[in-house]
């Protein structure tokens, strides 16, 4: 079955990099979209990046020129490189890939990201 396993959560002070990392397994067609999305205790999830095949990304605002998305298709692989974090980016980070023609959209259990002040 497809499996996607996400990687390099931790505890980081304010100005700090982290980089995750998601392996997905499993998949018999080619992935479309894959990203990363997050959620603070008491919000809603939200899109933090997202990348297609051919490498274009979209950022959200807060994020965007600190974050850095990028994947391996032969590899079936997807990473975020963080930079510069703040407080406020403290939350548990999950991938996420789509198979748009079947319209199978799969998720990752996800990896918590603490930055202390």
């Known amino acids: 079955q497809v499996q996607l396993v996400e990687s390099g959560g931790g505890l980081v002070q304010a100005g700090g990099s982290l980089r995750l990392s998601c392996a997905a397994s499993?998949?018999?067609?080619?992935?479309?979209?894959m990203g990363w999305y997050r959620q603070a205790p008491g919000n809603q999830r939200e899109l933090v990046a997202v990348i297609a095949r051919n490498s274009s990304a979209n950022y959200a605002d807060s994020v965007r020129e600190r974050f850095t998305i990028s994947r391996d298709n032969a590899k079936n692989t997807v990473s975020l490189q963080m930079n510069s974090l703040k407080p406020e980016d403290t939350a548990v980070y999950y991938c996420?890939?789509?198979?748009?023609?079947?319209?199978?959209?799969?998720w990752g259990k996800g990896t918590l990201v603490t930055v202390s002040s």
């Open positions: 996420n890939i789509k198979i748009a023609s079947f319209g199978l959209d799969y």
């Open positions: 499993g998949t018999l067609f080619r992935i479309d979209d």
